[in-house]
């Protein structure tokens, strides 16, 4: 049976233009955008949504999120992969009411393959949530930035065995690493190139695989169709990655100016994730923001200050192609919309940072269907009140929510995201 609704009345920005343009309808068929303009005559039957004193664009895409991981990533963990799902499912349900139509998962820290799991369940339709793009796993060499046994007692062994199934170290065991989390559905390979700030045996400048390594897994997850990506924060880690042929850059907030231009030469995107990074980094020094975490990882925040301070200042200047993303996980996922002020603030503009969650971000998952306001894409639409190419908080106030057609949230409506 077929489903039409009209979106009338609000500015619509279609991901792409500078600006959001009044006076144009938006007709959905059977979860399509089958018609885009003035005076949209509806079908009989039609549900008439009326947006007025709204702007309507793309569905946003969160392209660095952990559904399955919480601020305290040794509580998010479970023996028992059923649990891990059941805990992820209010955080889809979160995101999905801020927008996010979209979402790329890179790695939970559990033994099971938990998030495959919900990938599935959403795509049958059995739970709301986003689109799910799934890294299972972080691959990460021994006491790389996905080794966190040194601060693990006797009871954690269940993360103990999770970091076991993702650990790799030279190209044999990398390759093994690779073609196990293929064969368990994985749509994106994600593994560690440098050090990290929450991981305890390790620095974010420091590189963790070889040049070697980092071509082995590269070339094996191209092999079997799979694009990479890593986390990455300095100089000689991004170089690497680049020449090994990745897609995206996680991170990247140690990046020089030079490190940005081989980016933006070799056409790989740059997923920045400031809201987390740049803001711990300007609190480096403030005793009561890190009152609860650990020793170790504010004195790498104040010893790398300047430089990510620098590095997004570099970032703003460059024509990077960046896409958002926020590492929604290692702080609550219902800040996550939090980011687009965030790249604001560190200047970048606010039609670069909403086109990074919508057409650049579609153009780096490779989802030609979403990320643009046309006819024929599929239908996931977004509406906040006001504009946020002229006030970036608007982003906060996402109240109108479409995917595949389906309307999942409603101006006028007080409940949640129906299950």
């Known amino acids: 049976m077929t489903s039409s609704t009209?979106?009338?009345?609000?500015?619509?920005?279609?991901?792409?233009?500078?600006?959001?343009?009044?006076?144009?309808?938006?007709?959905?068929?059977?979860?399509?955008?089958?018609?885009?303009?003035?005076?949209?005559?509806?079908?009989?039957?039609?549900?008439?949504v009326d947006l007025a004193g709204h702007t309507l664009t793309p569905g946003f895409?969160?392209?660095?999120?952990?559904?399955?991981?919480?601020?305290?990533?040794?509580?998010?963990?479970?023996?028992?992969?059923?649990?891990?799902?059941?805990?992820?499912?209010?955080?889809?349900?979160?995101?999905?009411?801020?927008?996010?139509?979209?979402?790329?998962?890179?790695?939970?820290?559990?033994?099971?393959?938990?998030t495959i799991d919900l990938r599935n369940a959403i795509d049958a339709g059995l739970v709301a949530g986003p689109r799910m793009l799934v890294a299972p796993h972080l691959l990460s060499a021994r006491g790389g930035h996905g080794d966190f046994s040194g601060l693990l007692a006797d009871h954690y062994q269940p993360l103990n065995r999770a970091m076991e199934l993702a650990a790799a170290d030279g190209p044999d065991e990398i390759r093994t690493r690779v073609r196990q989390e293929i064969r368990a559905g994985a749509d994106w390979i994600k593994f560690g190139a440098t050090?990290?700030?929450?991981?305890?045996?390790?620095?974010?400048?420091?590189?963790t695989y070889t040049q070697e390594e980092m071509s082995v897994l590269v070339e094996t997850a191209r092999d079997l169709g799979r694009p990479v990506t890593p986390h990455c924060y300095g100089?000689?880690?991004?170089?690497?990655?680049?020449?090994?042929?990745?897609?995206?850059?996680?991170?990247?907030?140690?990046?020089?100016?030079?490190?940005?231009?081989?980016?933006?030469?070799?056409?790989?995107?740059?997923v920045p994730?400031?809201?987390?990074?740049?803001?711990?980094?300007?609190?480096?020094?403030?005793?009561?923001h890190w009152k609860r975490k650990p020793r170790f990882e504010q004195e790498k925040f104040q010893k790398h200050q300047s430089a990510i301070l620098s590095g997004a200042e570099h970032l703003a200047a460059s024509e990077v192609k960046i896409a958002f993303g926020?590492?929604?996980?290692?702080?609550?996922?219902?800040?996550?919309?939090?980011?687009?002020?965030?790249?604001v603030s560190h200047g970048i503009s606010e039609l670069r940072a909403l086109k990074a969650a919508t057409s650049v971000a579609a153009e780096m998952l490779g989802?030609?269907?979403?990320?643009?306001?046309?006819?024929?894409?599929?239908?996931?639409?977004?509406?906040?009140?006001?504009?946020?190419?002229?006030?970036?908080?608007?982003?906060?106030?996402?109240?109108?929510?479409?995917?595949?057609?389906?309307?999942?949230?409603?101006?006028?409506?007080?409940?949640?995201?129906?299950?």
């Open 235 to 270: 100089d000689e880690g991004v170089r690497r990655a680049v020449k090994a042929g990745v897609r995206s850059i996680e991170h990247g907030n140690l990046a020089s100016a030079d490190s940005l231009k081989m980016i933006e030469d070799a056409g790989v995107f740059l």
């Open 6 to 48: 009209l979106l009338r009345g609000a500015l619509v920005w279609d991901g792409l233009a500078d600006a959001a343009e009044a006076g144009q309808e938006v007709l959905v068929t059977d979860g399509r955008i089958v018609a885009v303009g003035p005076g949209i005559e509806a079908p009989p039957g039609t549900d008439v």
């Open 195 to 207: 050090g990290g700030f929450s991981s305890p045996s390790d620095d974010p400048e420091q590189i």
């Open 273 to 288: 994730t400031q809201y987390t990074v740049v803001n711990d980094a300007q609190m480096a020094f403030d005793a009561e």
């Open 367 to 419: 989802l030609d269907n979403l990320g643009v306001i046309a006819e024929g894409r599929i239908a996931d639409l977004i509406a906040m009140p006001g504009n946020p190419l002229t006030d970036i908080e608007a982003t906060g106030r996402v109240d109108f929510v479409m995917k595949d057609g389906i309307v999942h949230r409603r101006p006028d409506a007080e409940s949640g995201v129906p299950a």
């Open 61 to 114: 895409m969160d392209c660095h999120t952990h559904v399955a991981v919480s601020p305290d990533i040794t509580s998010a963990m479970s023996s028992s992969g059923a649990a891990t799902a059941l805990r992820s499912l209010p955080v889809l349900e979160t995101l999905l009411r801020n927008g996010f139509t979209t979402i790329r998962d890179l790695a939970a820290g559990d033994p099971h393959y938990a």
């Open 326 to 343: 926020t590492d929604a996980g290692m702080f609550p996922h219902a800040d996550n919309w939090r980011e687009f002020p965030a790249m």
